[in-house]
């Protein structure tokens, strides 16, 4: 996110905003993004209203438009009534705000936000995401979390970084594709798991050991395929006990898991190579 907002030069390979390349043509890039950062460098002293035209008149944005367009972030950002407080003064989620206000001010086609609810309360939290999903009907966002379920309330395309390298990319709708079911049983951990990896429409099996002879088994699904009753009647046959049987949609939690289970094998497989 650094590199893409010309804060940190790329060590090789390119990047490029509306065609325009992070390196050579920082001036252009910076003109078409808004940024906020997850640290906001804010004044304390300095008025909230008054900030915004100073970094208004830093961004260049036309002294003709300059106060509608103060006035307009303000309304959009819900800082109207903090207008003449002092920035020193102000809690974690007006601050927040401010700084979304700042991005907006030059109107940017591109918003690249880190971790913008980091530090608020659970309001705030809900405030500052129904405002994100709002600004991404006129905005392209770019926004980085490590909050997993607040990140599927509000993006359409997800990219999971992994120890550096690009894990995964894929669309949300495309992910819920498939359903997982939640399974508790006591009884033979590999026996159970291969009972329920041959069932129809199960595509994966993931178990692991809850100790006294129970086990938890999270199978994933064809999106078509309901495989609770097939899975009641194949652990009840086999004489096996269940203490608990769930069904729900597959979400950016189970992918992250996939991914880390999948890298610590990796990485175990290549302990053991040596």
């Known amino acids: 996110m650094r590199i893409l907002t010309t804060f940190l030069p790329a060590t090789n390979g390119t990047a490029?905003?509306?065609?325009?390349?992070?390196?050579?043509?920082?001036?252009?890039?910076?003109?078409?993004?808004?940024?906020?950062?997850?640290?906001?460098?804010?004044?304390?002293?300095?008025?909230?209203?008054?900030?915004?035209?100073?970094?208004?008149?830093?961004?260049?944005?036309?002294?003709?438009?300059?106060?509608?367009?103060?006035?307009?972030?303000?309304?959009?950002?819900?800082?109207?009534?903090?207008?003449?407080?002092?920035?020193?003064t102000l809690s974690k989620g007006y601050r927040q705000r401010v700084g979304l206000a700042d991005a907006l001010l030059s109107d940017p086609q591109l918003l690249i936000l880190d971790e913008p609810t980091d530090g608020?309360?659970?309001?705030?939290?809900?405030?500052?995401?129904?405002?994100?999903?709002?600004?991404?009907?006129?905005?392209?966002?770019?926004?980085?979390?490590?909050?997993?379920s607040e990140v599927e309330t509000i993006v359409q395309r997800v990219l999971i970084m992994r120890r550096g390298r690009l894990a995964f990319s894929g669309k949300i709708s495309e992910m819920e594709a498939a359903t997982i079911v939640q399974i508790e049983a006591r009884g033979p951990e590999d026996q159970i798991a291969n009972s329920l990896r041959s069932l129809e429409g199960v595509i994966h099996v993931a178990h692991k050991s809850l100790g006294e002879g129970f086990n938890s088994f999270d199978v994933r699904c064809a999106e078509s395929h309901d495989i609770r009753e097939a899975v009641y009647q194949r652990i009840s046959q086999s004489g096996w006990?269940?203490?608990?049987?769930?069904?729900?949609?597959?979400?950016?939690?189970?992918?992250?898991?996939?991914?880390?289970?999948?890298?610590?094998?990796?990485?175990?497989?290549?302990?053991?190579?040596?």
């Not at 659970?122 to 770019?142: C, D």
């Not at 608990?244 to 190579?273: F, P, T, V």
């Open 16 to 88: 490029r905003v509306e065609g325009f390349d992070v390196m050579n043509d920082s001036l252009e890039v910076r003109k078409r993004i808004g940024y906020l950062p997850e640290s906001i460098p804010l004044y304390p002293e300095m008025r909230v209203e008054e900030y915004l035209s100073f970094r208004a008149r830093l961004k260049g944005v036309d002294r003709r438009i300059r106060t509608a367009q103060i006035d307009k972030v303000l309304e959009k950002c819900r800082v109207l009534e903090v207008r003449r407080r002092l920035l020193g």
């Open 241 to 274: 006990s269940l203490r608990k049987l769930d069904q729900r949609r597959k979400n950016l939690q189970d992918k992250w898991n996939e991914i880390n289970n999948q890298d610590e094998s990796a990485l175990q497989s290549h302990a053991g190579s040596k």
């Open 120 to 148: 608020l309360d659970p309001e705030q939290k809900v405030q500052t995401l129904k405002m994100l999903k709002e600004l991404g009907q006129n905005h392209t966002i770019v926004f980085s979390s490590h909050l997993l």
